[in-house]
């Protein structure tokens, strides 16, 4: 994604906001015509809302990656190059802490999110560990739990 479609993404949520406004007047009974079925009309406004929300998530999500990225492409331009296996660690580590504590999540969810963002050899270093539980939940049929 670059500036452009950043520019353009936020242009289209403001948009949406505009939309999921109008969405909460209708679902509050702002703005029905005398003798409409309000009932009808605030269920239908509601799933509106839903569907801009739903749009708005995946701007957001869109949005989260893109920043990331660029944190952690310019986190390792600026880092001194490593000098060993260990050093090149504590620095994805810390990268991946950074995301973590900006988006209030788990480091593992930080690292599946950056994707190996930065690093040359492309590798997550959750992967590792995360091998053994997707291979469990893949092998997993309906009862087993």
């Given at each position: 994604m670059d500036g452009k479609a950043v520019v353009e993404t936020l242009e289209a949520m403001a948009a949406s906001l505009a939309a999921l406004a109008g969405c909460a007047g209708?679902?509050?009974?702002?703005?029905?015509?005398?003798?409409?079925?309000?009932?009808?009309?605030?269920?239908?406004?509601?799933?509106?809302?839903?569907?801009?929300?739903?749009?708005?998530?995946?701007r957001i999500a869109a949005l989260k990656v893109h920043f990331a990225a660029g944190?952690?492409?310019?986190?390792?331009?600026?880092?001194?190059?490593?000098?060993?296996?260990q050093?090149?660690?504590?620095?994805?580590?810390?990268?991946?802490?950074?995301?973590?504590?900006?988006?209030?999540?788990?480091?593992?969810?930080?690292?599946?999110?950056?994707?190996?963002?930065?690093?040359?050899?492309?590798r997550v270093a959750a992967d590792a560990r995360?091998?053994?539980v997707r291979d469990r939940v893949v092998a997993a049929r309906p009862g087993d739990v």
């Open positions: 209708r679902a509050a009974g702002n703005g029905a015509p005398a003798g409409a079925d309000l009932l009808r009309d605030e269920a239908d406004a509601c799933l509106d809302g839903l569907a801009v929300v739903a749009g708005l998530d995946a944190y952690a492409h310019a986190a390792a331009a600026v880092a001194a190059p490593a000098l060993s296996p050093g090149r660690t504590a620095r994805d580590m810390a990268v991946t802490a950074e995301v973590a504590c900006v988006l209030t999540v788990s480091e593992r969810s930080a690292a599946a999110l950056l994707g190996g963002v930065g690093r040359p050899d492309g995360c091998a053994p």
